[in-house]
């Protein structure tokens, strides 16, 4: 089919083929030059302080923006979730997988968003990769923000769909867009985040509810960074005023809910052709029951106290105001910050000062886009979010750094 074949004497000169370590090794180097290799540090956590090489620094890199994760009842009802159930799930949910702590899980799910039925996943991104791909295929169109987290773009591939990308946020690209190619299929999806996990803002949730519903369009959100802090924990689609005109919502357990798992929130059809056709669903173990028993725990916090679901929100706010930065509009506040190598840098001085806020490169930002990004916690002390805003506005020099969402 006009592939190079490649000879064994090319095998031994070709570096696409040289040995498997070589490749791994050659690969690592080419990224450590440009800034752009990863490396996992060990981080001791207990709750809000991180252990870095021997030094307590207090994290703004945790998306765990309740702190539940370390919350008393949250933990104990993943222990007790454990001594009833044990600690697996033991088979997919269709087999022997499906215990009851799954079940009036969903039934939670379900009532926080509004829908008539809940399907959990084992995790956010299967999520996404097991329902868009069952809901579109190779004859249908999707269109998704150009910012949107890799799972969302990995999904929109999985399924085979044509696939647009419109401009972050701009209801005018997005309009012509589906306007212009509507038409030509027989079904459309559209998948935008709530809350932007790297940049903080929030999608135009009301004008895309009105779009989609002009065009005959499928509407999907991911809420992963919207649940728990945001319309009184019940997320962005409820912030916005516009849960009821969203058919199709999508989120992870594994933020504000400190557990771990993936969720759509549908109608029952919805539901059920997803809980029979997703892949990701069938063929995956069900969430174990520790994750699901802290995460029914986790919404229950969200419904009892909804002042605590406000905290992050109106900390990176006072953040935001000492630096004169535009308003966050959710706990996560980016700081671009350019090119890879001085928002290390960049991360490394506030690591100096005691500050875990970890540096964002590509190929999870755009080119050009390095930044730190700072999450905001209920439990954060406000004098610390005081020194933090100091810090960075007298040592980083603010005025190199713009805004991602102006
Ligand atoms: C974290 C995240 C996911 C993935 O969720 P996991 O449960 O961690 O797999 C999906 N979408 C967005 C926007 C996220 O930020």
């Not at 752009?36 to 030094?55: C, K, M, N, P």
């Not at 222990?79 to 033991?90: C, D, H, L, P």
């Given at each position: 089919?006009?592939?190079?074949?490649?000879?064994?004497?090319?095998?031994?000169e070709?570096?696409?083929?040289?040995?498997?370590?070589?490749?791994?090794?050659?690969k690592?180097?080419?990224?450590?030059?440009?800034?752009?290799?990863?490396v996992?540090?060990e981080?001791?956590?207990?709750?809000?302080y991180v252990?870095?090489?021997?030094?307590?620094?207090?994290?703004?890199?945790?998306n765990?923006?309740?702190n539940?994760?370390?919350?008393?009842a949250?933990?104990?009802a993943a222990?007790?979730a454990i001594?009833?159930?044990?600690?697996?799930?033991g088979?997919?949910?269709l087999?022997?997988g499906?215990?009851?702590?799954?079940v009036?899980?969903e039934?939670?799910?379900?009532?926080?968003?509004?829908?008539?039925?809940?399907?959990?996943?084992?995790?956010?991104?299967?999520?996404?990769?097991?329902?868009?791909?069952?809901?579109?295929?190779?004859?249908?169109?999707?269109?998704?923000?150009?910012?949107?987290h890799?799972?969302?773009?990995?999904?929109?591939?999985?399924?085979?769909?044509s696939?647009?990308?419109?401009?972050?946020n701009?209801?005018?690209?997005?309009?012509?867009?589906l306007?212009?190619n509507?038409?030509?299929y027989?079904?459309a999806l559209l998948?935008?985040?709530?809350?932007?996990?790297?940049?903080?803002?929030?999608?135009?949730?009301?004008?895309?509810?009105?779009?989609?519903?002009?065009q005959?369009?499928?509407f999907?959100?991911?809420?992963?960074?919207?649940?728990g802090?945001?319309?009184?924990?019940?997320?962005?689609a409820?912030?916005?005023g516009?849960?009821?005109?969203?058919?199709?919502h999508?989120?992870?357990?594994?933020?504000?809910?400190?557990?771990?798992?993936?969720?759509?929130?549908a109608?029952k059809?919805v539901?059920?052709?997803v809980?029979?056709r997703?892949?990701?669903?069938i063929?995956?173990?069900?969430l174990?029951?520790?994750?699901?028993?802290?995460?029914?725990?986790a919404l229950?916090?969200?419904?009892?106290?909804?002042?605590?679901?406000?905290?992050p929100?109106?900390?990176?706010?006072n953040?935001?105001?000492?630096l004169?930065l535009?308003?966050?509009?959710?706990p996560i506040v980016p700081?671009?910050i350019g090119e890879?190598?001085?928002?290390?840098?960049?991360?490394?001085?506030?690591?100096?000062?005691?500050?875990l806020?970890?540096?964002?490169?590509?190929?999870?930002?755009?080119?050009?886009?390095?930044r730190?990004?700072i999450?905001?916690s209920?439990?954060?002390?406000d004098?610390?979010i005081?020194?933090?805003?100091?810090?960075?506005?007298?040592?980083?020099?603010?005025?190199s750094l713009?805004?991602?969402s102006?």
């Amino acid at each position: 089919m006009g592939r190079k074949r490649y000879t064994p004497e090319d095998n031994n000169e070709s570096l696409a083929v040289q040995s498997l370590d070589q490749f791994a090794s050659d690969k690592l180097v080419q990224l450590e030059r440009i800034s752009l290799r990863r490396v996992l540090a060990e981080s001791a956590r207990d709750g809000l302080y991180v252990e870095r090489g021997g030094r307590k620094l207090l994290s703004f890199s945790c998306n765990d923006y309740l702190n539940l994760s370390h919350h008393p009842a949250v933990k104990a009802a993943a222990k007790a979730a454990i001594e009833v159930y044990g600690t697996g799930a033991g088979a997919s949910r269709l087999v022997t997988g499906n215990h009851p702590l799954l079940v009036a899980l969903e039934e939670k799910l379900a009532r926080l968003k509004g829908t008539e039925a809940a399907c959990v996943f084992g995790s956010g991104y299967l999520a996404n990769l097991g329902v868009i791909a069952t809901l579109v295929g190779k004859e249908d169109l999707i269109l998704i923000d150009r910012l949107s987290h890799a799972c969302i773009h990995a999904g929109a591939q999985l399924s085979g769909a044509s696939t647009l990308v419109f401009d972050h946020n701009d209801m005018n690209h997005v309009a012509s867009l589906l306007k212009a190619n509507r038409g030509a299929y027989p079904h459309a999806l559209l998948i935008t985040e709530g809350v932007f996990s790297m940049d903080g803002d929030r999608a135009p949730l009301k004008a895309l509810a009105t779009l989609c519903r002009d065009q005959n369009c499928w509407f999907m959100i991911d809420d992963a960074h919207g649940l728990g802090v945001v319309g009184d924990g019940r997320g962005s689609a409820a912030a916005a005023g516009c849960a009821a005109d969203i058919p199709l919502h999508m989120g992870t357990l594994s933020k504000a809910a400190g557990s771990y798992g993936g969720y759509l929130c549908a109608s029952k059809p919805v539901i059920d052709l997803v809980k029979t056709r997703a892949r990701t669903f069938i063929y995956s173990t069900g969430l174990p029951p520790a994750s699901a028993g802290a995460a029914i725990a986790a919404l229950d916090i969200f419904e009892q106290k909804p002042e605590l679901t406000r905290l992050p929100l109106s900390k990176a706010q006072n953040f935001t105001q000492r630096l004169g930065l535009p308003l966050a509009q959710s706990p996560i506040v980016p700081l671009i910050i350019g090119e890879p190598e001085a928002a290390l840098a960049a991360s490394q001085l506030l690591a100096e000062e005691g500050f875990l806020v970890t540096a964002i490169r590509p190929p999870t930002v755009p080119q050009g886009t390095a930044r730190l990004r700072i999450a905001f916690s209920a439990a954060h002390p406000d004098a610390e979010i005081e020194r933090l805003a100091d810090v960075i506005g007298t040592r980083l020099g603010l005025s190199s750094l713009c805004p991602a969402s102006s």
